[in-house]
């Protein structure tokens, strides 16, 4: 069964209280089974992004992670093997399983288990779906969960910044710019995603000039498959956050494509 999910009034997209949510149609992933495997009811993410649709990052999560209350990693594997079954069965087809969720699963002690289980179980039962994730990029450098991330079949990886001081204001962070940048050059192929916004102050503003050059800077290292662009389509965290002009973003998309690499607005 999907999850259901804790109610909300704020507007931010409520938190999950499964592992399994879905399948949602998007132009991105197609029929895509999401997959949470992050404690339920609570956000745990090593990013605070400013744009989150959960809303903010409850820090005090990350300092204690190994005593959350993570879903075991064979109950994630049978939860999303029965949703499979259960779709096969309605005829629905699977495009993706995506392990995505209220937080950045590659934090989940038990994520390379997870990821070979969920291998398993859609060779079992969905053998041409394929297996993605979205991640934040905040742990690609960590060699456990990079060779996990190496066994998935899509990799969408969250880029906002080429510079730290655009990765503090836009995903407040302790992560080194430079080490993800490393990290992710090194996964290949991957799919960077990247959210544009400003603030009405412009305190917060990754597609000015100023921060643009540096993050094509960061592509050219890194060399993606290809760069999904975006800016605001739910409510944020912060809540003053403006979208990005679709203008602009086909501005960024062009700039990237002269780089060389592919890119599409969403
Ligand atoms: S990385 Fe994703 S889940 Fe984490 S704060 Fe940013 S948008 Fe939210």
């Known amino acids: 069964m999907s999850s259901a999910s804790c109610s909300r009034t704020d507007g931010l997209l409520p938190l999950h209280d499964g592992v399994v949510y879905g399948p949602v149609t998007s132009r991105r992933l197609g029929v895509s089974l999401g997959v949470n495997i992050l404690p339920p009811g609570r956000k745990v993410c090593s990013f605070n992004c400013v744009y989150c649709q959960y809303g903010w990052t409850d820090g005090a999560a990350l ?4 005593t959350l209350d993570w879903p075991a990693a064979d109950g994630v594997v049978a939860d999303v093997e029965r949703r499979l ?8 087809h699977v495009d993706r399983v995506t392990l995505a969720g209220h937080g950045e699963p590659t934090l989940h002690p038990d994520f390379p288990a997870i990821v070979e289980g969920l291998r398993e179980a859609r060779d079992r039962v969905a053998a041409s779906s394929r297996i993605a994730i979205l991640s934040n990029s905040s742990t690609a450098g960590d060699p456990r969960v990079r060779a996990s991330l190496l066994r998935l079949d899509e990799r969408y990886m969250k880029l ?21 940048v490393r990290a992710l050059a090194s996964l290949s192929p991957i799919v960077v995603q990247a ?6 102050d412009g305190r917060v503003d990754n597609s000015s000039p100023g921060a643009l050059a540096p993050w094509l800077g960061a592509l050219a290292t890194i060399r993606p498959a290809e760069v999904h662009i975006y800016s605001l389509d739910r409510v944020p965290a912060w809540r003053v956050l403006e979208a990005i002009p679709r203008a602009r ?11 060389g690499f592919r890119a599409e607005v969403f």
């Not at 300092?63 to 190994?66: G, R, V």
């Not at 906002?160 to 993800?180: E, F, K, P, W, Y």
């Not at 973003?249 to 780089?259: G, Y």
């Open 195 to 200: 959210m544009f916004v400003r603030s009405p």
């Open 63 to 66: 300092h204690d992670l190994a």
């Open 160 to 180: 906002d910044a080429g510079d730290q001081d655009t990765l503090r204001h836009v995903n407040a962070t302790a992560s080194r710019l430079d080490d993800i």
């Open 85 to 92: 079954e259960d779709l096969a069965l309605a005829g629905t």
């Open 249 to 259: 973003l086909a501005e960024i998309a062009r700039a990237v494509e002269q780089r």
